[in-house]
């Protein structure tokens, strides 16, 4: 496997989410020279306390779009509503067609698990996305690719069943997704009372200490996966 160019996929509910929740993990593959793309399905912006919806999500996507240089990475956004994301075909075969332009050989998404309707919907749509964009006799505009890796990040708001079984080690790539993080507001917090990165940087170094370095990102892997620890993920050598 060594040599293996890899292409990270990242499906987030709300623009930020992917980056919170594995961003780092994009980091450390895109600084190891492979490819890395955050998918938006919806930019988050109904959460403003002053802003519209719509000038919000004219300010996140520009947010996202600086994040992911941040990170080496690309930024998509699809064209669905804060807490009106729909579960249906016409969502899950817009997210296939990216998947089948776009080629990544891991995907990365929330958990089931969630109190976020959003969160969870998007984990019923990444799945039968995936299995769209991999079956040849569904007939779009580009062949079929299926992706052969997935893994679910941790996120505060998927708690429920969540179980970490990879751990990648972050500690190289640790500034640089705190960098990306802070191109939000939603981070700064002046827009939430909730302490995101005040979780997320403890829970770094808590998964740190559980995986024998200074910070690192817990994962779940669909179930019947060994526990791996390591500085790459299982079979994705950097």
Same mark, same amino acid.
């Given at each position: 496997?060594? &040599?293996?160019? #890899? %292409?990270?996929?990242?499906?987030?509910?709300?623009?930020?989410?992917?980056? *919170?929740?594995?961003? =780092? +993990?994009?980091?450390?593959?895109?600084?190891?020279?492979?490819?890395?793309?955050?998918?938006?399905?919806?930019?988050?912006?109904?959460?403003?306390?002053?802003?519209?919806?719509?000038?919000?999500?004219?300010?996140?996507?520009?947010?996202?779009?600086?994040?992911?240089?941040?990170?080496?990475?690309?930024?998509?956004?699809?064209?669905?509503?804060?807490?009106?994301?729909?579960?249906?075909?016409?969502?899950?075969?817009?997210?296939?067609?990216?998947?089948?332009?776009?080629?990544?050989?891991?995907?990365?998404?929330?958990?089931? &698990?969630?109190? #976020? %309707?959003?969160?969870?919907?998007?984990?019923?749509?990444?799945?039968?996305? *995936?299995?769209?964009? =991999? +079956?040849?006799?569904?007939?779009?505009?580009?062949?079929?690719?299926?992706?052969?890796?997935?893994?679910?990040?941790?996120?505060?708001?998927?708690?429920?069943?969540?179980?970490?079984?990879?751990?990648?080690?972050?500690?190289?790539?640790?500034?640089?997704?705190?960098?990306?993080?802070?191109?939000?507001?939603?981070?700064?917090?002046?827009?939430?009372?909730?302490?995101?990165?005040?979780?997320?940087?403890?829970?770094?170094?808590?998964?740190?200490?559980?995986?024998?370095?200074?910070?690192?990102?817990?994962?779940?892997?669909?179930?019947?996966?060994?526990?791996?620890?390591?500085?790459?993920?299982?079979?994705?050598?950097?």
């Amino acid at each position: 496997m060594q &040599g293996t160019k #890899h %292409k990270i996929m990242v499906v987030g509910a709300h623009a930020g989410d992917a980056e *919170i929740m594995a961003g =780092a +993990l994009v980091a450390k593959y895109t600084q190891a020279g492979h490819e890395a793309v955050l998918v938006h399905l919806t930019p988050g912006e109904k959460g403003h306390r002053t802003m519209s919806p719509e000038e919000y999500a004219e300010q996140k996507i520009r947010e996202g779009h600086k994040a992911a240089e941040v990170l080496g990475a690309k930024a998509i956004f699809l064209p669905y509503k804060d807490a009106e994301l729909p579960v249906n075909d016409e969502v899950k075969y817009r997210l296939a067609d990216v998947i089948r332009a776009e080629k990544p050989t891991i995907m990365v998404t929330h958990w089931k &698990g969630s109190i #976020h %309707k959003d969160h969870e919907n998007t984990y019923y749509i990444v799945q039968d996305a *995936i299995f769209y964009a =991999a +079956l040849p006799a569904i007939k779009r505009e580009l062949p079929a690719h299926g992706c052969y890796t997935q893994f679910f990040a941790e996120n505060w708001e998927d708690p429920y069943e969540y179980e970490v079984d990879t751990y990648v080690d972050i500690t190289d790539v640790y500034e640089q997704w705190i960098e990306a993080a802070h191109q939000y507001e939603l981070f700064s917090g002046s827009i939430s009372s909730f302490r995101y990165m005040d979780y997320y940087k403890a829970l770094a170094v808590m998964r740190g200490c559980l995986a024998g370095c200074k910070y690192a990102v817990g994962l779940m892997r669909p179930k019947g996966a060994k526990v791996h620890k390591g500085v790459h993920l299982p079979g994705k050598p950097l």
